[in-house]
């Protein structure tokens, strides 16, 4: 091995053999760096090693060239300081050079020494940041390579994706063509109803006018028959407005206005919020807040008989025609069906989900039974089998009911004012009116079908043509206020007069002809909610808030 070799005053002593022996005869003309070289070339030792044994193998060749140096010189100098006294002073001065030279050579050695010591450092730092650099590149790779397994894994989905779309996409165009479909059949069928509506709408029409002229031809009929003395002849041939099954119809006379308190009875612990009188008869059922259905005998003022098993407050009552079954609306959510004979609860009507406040029975069938709830239903009843039959949904709550003379048809009031008609077997919207501002709280039929009566929380108790469903009299008082949601107003036997309660504990009737008030009841001492007029021999009937009943004549 060759190096280029510089003395420690830098002359360049040029190429020379590099091995410890080259080091050990000619010190003087190798640096560190030659030492550094030849020991790195020598052995694979590390860094730290290989200094250390190169400072060594330095210091040992400097002390063995020093040793040298002096048994070389020392006999020259004895010999010739001997004859060469003259010349002492001269190498004298070679020798103080000498010695000035080798401090020169111990203040390089400690200057490389601690280059040397520096470097070993740098090393150390510089391995441990490669150290440091390989694991960063390492973890950096493994993070790569999961990120690559991730993006392939969401390629994978994002390709599903795409494939799912499409699917979807075709189906939403197959479900839009459908619709489409759909949507012209449902309009052609709309179309359909609607004409038929109007055709069946106008032999309604048609029907009420023949009713209308089956009306006037009877009562010209009566009159004239009334005037012959042969009226009983009149109910035998004409049939439809007076049956001649009826019992007590001989007593249907033209009604007069009440004015006398008869009875005063203490009916009910709590309100009284219905009544009505058995057809033809002067029994008198009343319900109230103790959950009782109670009939009186208005010619006695006496206590009949009292139905059981109601389990919530009575709201609304309605009998059939046969007089044999009575239909109460309770706050229980439930109807209940009573034989009046036996005093037994026939029927257990659930299915509302709220407390049903109106109840009716159909006045051509004791089958047929049509209730109204808080739950925004109006329920179709069949009292034979004892289970509902047809349910309407509405978005407003209907406080009163009343079928019609035909049993086809409803009127229904609602908490919206409106005034509104339904066919029974479809349940569907014939026809609807805005009959008062506020909540409508009761609706009467008079007795020859052609004027419906309401009453609303505005006050107003209206009269509408059957017909057309327009207003034909508004009647209304000053000291006339409607007491609560469930006020119920009534017809007079022959039509001609209408009464209604007041909140201030009056029954106010008024003229239908004349739309005037021609009467005012005072008896009671709390808010009126209902009255009843009765068939024959004319009583009328009142209840308030505090359950006491005043039989009027």
């Not at 002073?89 to 030279?101: C, D, G, P, T």
């Not at 470097?119 to 390579?145: G, M, P, W, Y």
């Amino acid at each position: 091995m060759y190096c280029e070799t510089q003395d420690f005053d830098g002359r360049d002593l040029g190429k020379r053999p590099l091995s410890w022996d080259a080091i050990c005869r000619n010190p003087k003309g190798l640096c560190l760096n030659s030492v550094f070289v030849l020991v790195m070339a020598k052995t694979n030792k590390s860094q730290e090693e290989i200094a250390c044994e190169a400072i060594k193998h330095a210091l040992k060749a400097l002390r063995k060239r020093h040793l040298l140096e002096e048994a070389a010189h020392g006999p020259a100098v004895l010999a010739l300081s001997r004859p060469f006294v003259s010349q002492g002073s001269e190498w004298k001065e070679k020798a103080e050079n000498l010695q000035v030279e080798l401090q020169h050579c111990y203040k390089a050695q400690s200057r490389l020494s601690e280059q040397l010591v520096v470097e070993v450092a740098e090393s150390r730092a510089s391995k441990a940041l490669v150290q440091e650099k390989e694991i960063a590149v390492a973890d950096l790779q493994k993070e790569l390579t999961e990120l690559r397994d991730e993006c392939s894994q969401l390629k994978e989905d994002l390709e599903e994706k795409f494939k799912s779309l499409e699917v979807l996409v075709s189906e939403n165009t197959e479900l839009k063509a459908q619709l489409e479909q759909m949507t012209t059949k449902a309009n052609k069928a709309e179309a359909e109803n609607k004409m038929l509506i109007d055709r069946w709408m106008l032999e309604k029409m048609k029907d009420a006018e023949r009713l209308n002229e089956a009306n006037a031809l009877y009562e010209d009929m009566v009159e004239k028959l009334k005037a012959s003395g042969l009226e009983q002849l009149a109910r035998q041939q004409v049939d439809g407005i007076v049956r001649q099954s009826e019992e007590g119809a001989e007593f249907f006379l033209e009604s007069n206005i009440p004015s006398t308190c008869k009875y005063r009875l203490r009916a009910h612990e709590g309100g009284c919020a219905s009544m009505l009188f058995e057809y033809n008869s002067s029994k008198l059922i009343t319900g109230g807040q103790d959950r009782l259905v109670k009939m009186w005998d208005t010619n006695t003022g006496s206590l009949s008989s009292t139905l059981h098993g109601c389990l919530g407050s009575v709201l609304d009552l309605t009998i059939t025609h046969d007089n044999r079954s009575v239909i109460a609306a309770s706050s229980s959510n439930n109807l209940y069906v009573w034989d009046v004979h036996s005093g037994r609860v026939r029927h257990t009507l659930t299915g509302h989900t709220d407390k049903v406040c109106t109840v009716d029975v159909s006045k051509i069938s004791s089958r047929h039974v049509v209730s109204a709830a808080y739950d925004r239903t109006i329920k179709v009843w069949d009292l034979v089998k004892g289970y509902c039959t047809n349910t309407i949904i509405f978005h407003s709550n209907c406080n009163a009911l009343s079928f019609s003379m035909d049993g086809q048809t409803i009127f229904s009031g609602h908490a919206d004012g409106n005034l509104r008609l339904w066919a029974i077997q479809s349940g569907k919207l014939l026809s609807e009116v805005a009959a008062h501002t506020s909540a409508v709280t009761s609706i009467s039929l008079s007795r020859n079908g052609n004027f419906v009566l309401t009453s609303g929380r505005d006050n107003l108790h209206n009269l509408f043509d059957v017909r057309s469903l327009e207003v034909c009299s508004t009647l209304k008082a000053a000291g006339n206020r409607v007491a609560s949601n469930w006020s119920r107003s009534c017809f007079s036997p022959d039509d001609n007069h209408v009464a209604a309660g007041s909140a201030d504990g009056s029954v106010y009737i008024w003229s239908i002809s004349k739309g005037d008030i021609v009467g005012t009841l005072k008896e009671h001492t709390s808010s009126v909610l209902c009255c009843t007029w009765s068939g024959i021999r004319k009583p009328l009937a009142s209840a308030d808030k505090n359950g006491v009943v005043c039989v009027w004549t």
